[in-house]
């Protein structure tokens, strides 16, 4: 399956990456290999040490050694004085009667709680096209599935056969009708696990994504990333970034949202585990 194949209707699934660090199985036996995530838009509480001054992409490479640039999807709280909207990281200017989108800033002067409401609110409104679209479709294996079977079978299971087994299953396939026919809201073929799960469970990784991003470097250095894409260490994932967010909701604490420019394993991380 190759990049345009994977990324047909506007869908973007993972693509093949080196495969996470595992450890050895018992009694000798090879160690099972996963995918490593994929890592699109990283949350970073920046340090005291970091400028006020607005972030350039430079600036970014130069503290966090990737390369990436500012994302705008925090919204700030309503009714902030001049000095206040100063603060904000890549701020955008609004529409009318729209909040103001920026990048990030102090963590007190974002609105935190009416972004992840409204993502929620949309989530539900996806999930119930969704489910309209794949009405009579058995439940689909999602790609990590594939994936991982060709990971450990390399030599008798192909990426490409890996790619036909997942696009050729009837719930995928209706996924692919929908959006191909412009029927409203695009469905995301990459989260068909989530939405898999119901709609309070899609509901509520939507909301929390909004806000905790793919992966979360906290202001003392630590990175939080998911395992794999697999829903379970998502959520494992966002159960440990709302934790550590709520810690500094209220607070001077920066935050910012990057998006990377190739989605990848962060490096050297400190796993979520389960």
């Known amino acids: 399956m190759t990049a345009p194949t994977a990324a047909r209707n506007g869908q ?28 699109t838009t990283m ?23 990737d390369s990436c640039t500012l994302q705008p999807r925090y919204w700030a709280k309503p009714h902030l004085y001049l000095w206040q909207l100063r603060r904000l990281i890549g701020r955008v200017k609004p529409a009318r009667n729209q909040p103001d989108y920026c990048a990030g800033g102090p963590a007190r002067l974002l609105d935190l709680i009416g ?8 989530a539900g409104i996806r999930h119930h096209l969704w489910q309209q679209a794949v009405q009579g479709t058995r439940p689909a294996q999602p790609w990590i599935v594939f994936h991982t079977r060709h990971l450990q079978e390399p ?3 192909s990426y490409e056969q890996a790619g036909t087994d997942f696009w050729r299953q009837a719930r995928v396939s209706a996924m692919r009708a929908h959006n191909a026919a412009g029927a409203g809201v695009p469905l995301a073929i990459d989260k068909l696990e989530m939405l898999q799960a119901g709609a309070a469970a899609y509901q509520h990784y939507s909301a929390m994504t909004a806000v905790c991003g ?3 470097l906290t202001a003392e250095g630590a990175h939080l990333v998911p395992a794999s894409d697999a829903f379970a260490d998502r959520v494992t994932y966002l159960e440990q970034a709302v934790r550590y967010l709520a810690g500094i909701d209220n607070t001077s604490q920066r935050l910012v949202a990057v998006s990377l420019q190739n989605s990848h394993r962060t490096g050297p991380v400190a796993t979520a585990t389960a």
């Open 43 to 65: 949350i970073v509480c920046l340090p005291d040490a970091v400028s006020r001054d607005p972030l350039t992409a430079h600036q970014l490479a130069r503290h966090f050694g």
């Open 214 to 216: 793919d992966a979360l």
């Open 115 to 122: 972004l992840r409401h409204a993502a929620g609110v949309a």
């Open 155 to 157: 030599g008798t299971y």
């Open 12 to 39: 973007q699934l993972p693509h093949p990456k080196a495969p996470a660090a595992t450890k050895s199985a018992a009694g000798g036996q090879p160690p099972v290999i996963h995918p490593a995530p994929t890592i």
